[in-house]
């Protein structure tokens, strides 16, 4: 962390928070609307789904802000819209406001996650290892979130979602007083210019929908495997057990894993491989009974994951370059998430079969990107 320079190391701590104050409430939230307020599981489904419309639906929206106002006021206006949305939260038992409080804590995701991740791609002298770092960081926030979430709610789910709305309120003075501002290259086009520009970028499109299928994958750890290990053990606490696996792996090996792989092979094959490995994961659950297959799973696809990723995030910096990183990412964040979303369905729709069919889209994805490292040239 120390080869980085200050602003990525401040954005890396930024990430930590914001994983930390993320899940310190949002897993925590179904059984509040429910339980404590008596919502039914419909409007409840419906405040949920605001929140995830408003950050995946918009996040071109905040990939063009950050590349025509710089990353640094976006990043700082998503910081404080999570705060106003996690403290309505915290006083809101009304659907009005609790929808209000959904759509401002998804539009805050979907200004500061493509405003980050533009900003180190353009901000980072070694960008590949900033990235490795990049996912430690967030997946220690994720690590620590639920645990003090838990704690906080043995006093009453008011305290989870002000402590959650204090994290991000610290986060958003620490890049007002310490984030510094970069000098925003002019694009010469207007925004609608920009988003055709990357919408008519046939090599970028291959790219994003091959490695959608990182995403695809990685939801799973919320459908497939939960539901297997649940069979497979009979209670509901081994779910915990896959994500305390999968954040202490990524934890322990996901720099080493990354030097490795960039000393080893080019970066289109570490990002083919990570995905064979994510789908060979799943192949072993298609196969096989009990819970060792569920965890082989869960261990595959946190290596696959830590194999690709920081590779993907540098690769989407080199398609957008100094000027458009935001929008390229936006639009990355868009389709995939598309694309992880319909996957889901049809993964669900398979009923018992939803593994094998995991196990197809990593293999068929890794093979797409093996086709293009044949075919295009690589951005430079």
């Not at 049809?346 to 889209?361: N, P, S």
Request: net charge positive; proline share 3%; glycine share 10%.
């Amino acid at each position: 962390m120390r080869e980085l320079s200050w602003p990525v190391r401040l954005l890396l701590v930024n990430q930590f928070g914001v994983n930390v104050g993320f899940y310190l409430l949002v897993p925590y939230l179904a059984g509040h609307l429910t339980g404590d307020l008596g919502l039914s599981a419909a409007v409840t489904g419906v405040i949920l789904g605001a929140r995830n419309l408003s950050q995946q639906g918009l996040f071109l929206i905040g990939g063009s802000a950050a590349d025509r106002l710089g990353a640094r006021p976006v990043i700082i206006l998503g910081c404080a819209l999570r705060t106003a949305g996690f403290a309505l939260f915290a006083f809101g038992d009304a659907v009005p406001l609790l929808l209000s409080a959904a759509v401002l804590s998804g539009l805050a995701g979907a200004l500061f996650n493509p405003a980050v991740r533009a900003y180190v791609a353009v901000a980072a002298s070694d960008k590949v290892r900033a990235f490795a770092l990049f996912n430690v960081f967030a997946q220690a926030g994720a690590l620590c979130g639920p645990v003090l979430g838990g704690a906080l709610l043995l006093v009453d789910f008011r305290a989870a979602a002000l402590a959650a709305a204090a994290v991000f309120a610290v986060l958003t003075v620490a890049q007002v007083l310490a984030l510094p501002a970069r000098q925003v290259p002019r694009s010469g086009s207007s925004v609608l210019r920009d988003w055709r520009r990357c919408l008519s970028d046939r090599r970028f499109l291959a790219f994003t929908f091959a490695l959608s299928g990182m995403f695809a994958l990685e939801n799973q750890l919320y459908l497939v495997l939960p539901l297997a290990a649940e069979r497979a053990t009979g209670t509901a606490g081994s779910v915990a057990l896959l994500f305390l696996v999968s954040t202490v792996v990524s934890l322990l090996f996901q720099v080493r894993i990354t030097t490795w792989l960039r000393e080893a092979t080019s970066r289109d094959r570490a990002m083919a491989l990570g995905l064979a490995v994510m789908g060979s994961g799943f192949l072993a659950l298609a196969l096989l009974p009990g819970i060792v297959p569920v965890l082989v799973a869960v261990l595959a696809l946190a290596v696959g994951v830590m194999m690709a990723q920081p590779f993907v995030y540098e690769r989407i910096g080199r398609f957008g370059g100094e000027s458009l990183s935001g929008t390229y990412f936006g639009v990355f964040y868009l389709a995939s998430g598309a694309v992880a979303a319909a996957s889901t369905a049809l993964v669900g729709w398979a009923g018992a079969a939803g593994a094998a069919v995991c196990a197809v889209i990593g293999l068929v994805c890794a093979a797409a990107v093996l086709v293009q490292e044949r075919r295009t040239a690589v951005p430079t």
